[in-house]
């Protein structure tokens, strides 16, 4: 699983492509989890969950 900002949700949907080759899922996250998670790419507060 991987979490993505807005800057790096392409790069999170590539990297789910190319390591699985399955179309990836992709799901907002709420609130009080975007506070606490971190985007996988960089430091910035993640907005999305990418997975398999």
């Known amino acids: ?7 790096h ?9 190319d390591e699985n080759e399955v179309f990836p899922v992709m799901e907002k996250l709420t609130s009080e989890q975007a506070l606490s998670t971190a985007c996988s790419f960089c430091k910035k507060q993640a907005i999305y969950s990418v997975t398999k």
């Open 1 to 7: 699983m991987y979490y993505a900002c807005d800057e």
């Open 9 to 17: 949700i392409e790069l999170a949907l590539d990297v789910v492509v």
